[in-house]
Antibody
Framework: QVTLKESGPGILQPSQTLSLTCTFSGFSLSTYGMGVGWIRQPSGKGLEWLANIWWDDDKYYNPSLKNRLTISKDTSNNQAFLKITNVDTADTATYYC???????????WGQGVMVTVSS | DIQMTQSPHSLSASLGETVSIECLASEGISNYLAWYQQKPGKSPQLLIYYASSLQDGVPSRFSGSGSGTQYSLKISNMQPEDEGVYYCQQGYKYPYTFGAGTKLELK
């Protein structure tokens, strides 16, 4: 059974760094072809893809966030991480992690973690 | 970036009705197209992958079709539990992009 769960700070101030953790089970990021992605959704709005990390440590980022993103993984502990630097109110959203399927969609999603950026 | 233009923005359907949602990509995406359903307060759920393959556990009244730049999701025999927002997503080229969503309501 595949499960994913996000965790994060809940609230942070503008200019701080947002650190998110995705803890998953039912698959391994050391297995050939496996990948995890991060997607966010401001309240009442659509979905925005942020980053992917693959079993071989290949990483891909959304260029719209202009080098503010860093994705990483801890294979031993079945975790993936996302850092967003220099946050502002526009980064207020629910953040999801999801497993990437073989056709580059997302087949399993976490429940999401709400992040609010406010002074 | 590949733009995903989804239509309509919203629609309402009667019980048992068949509805279709369209997704137009700004360039060919070789069927790397997924459809998701999202209900209020919940995570998106994968319905269709690779344009027309039904995800395990998804009712067969959902179907996907299309090729090149044009794709569609069909929901046959509309049920109350089908209410929600539907998104398309391309995984052909980075950055992955989503359509803006279609809100489906029961009439």
């Amino acid at each position: 059974q595949v499960t994913l769960k996000e965790s994060g700070p809940g609230i942070l101030q503008p200019s701080q760094t947002l650190s998110l953790t995705c803890t998953f089970s039912g698959f391994s990021l050391s297995t050939y072809g496996m990948g995890v992605g991060w997607i966010r959704q401001p309240s009442g709005k659509g979905l925005e893809w942020l980053a992917n990390i693959w079993w071989d440590d290949d990483k891909y980022y959304n260029p719209s966030l202009k080098n503010r993103l860093t994705i990483s993984k801890d294979t031993s502990n079945n975790q993936a991480f996302l850092k967003i630097t220099n946050v502002d109110t526009a980064d207020t959203a629910t953040y999801y992690c999801a497993r990437i399927d073989v056709y580059y969609g997302f087949d399993y999603w976490g429940q999401g973690v709400m992040v609010t950026v406010s002074s | 970036d590949i733009q995903m233009t989804q239509s309509p923005h919203s629609l309402s359907a009667s019980l048992g009705e068949t509805v279709s949602i369209e997704c137009l990509a700004s360039e060919g995406i070789s069927n790397y197209l997924a459809w998701y359903q999202q209900k209020p307060g919940k995570s998106p759920q994968l319905l269709i992958y690779y344009a027309s393959s039904l995800q395990d556990g998804v009712p067969s009244r959902f179907s996907g079709s299309g090729s090149g730049t044009q794709y569609s999701l069909k929901i046959s025999n509309m049920q109350p539990e089908d209410e929600g927002v539907y998104y398309c997503q391309q995984g052909y080229k980075y950055p992955y992009t989503f359509g803006a969503g279609t809100k489906l309501e029961l009439k």
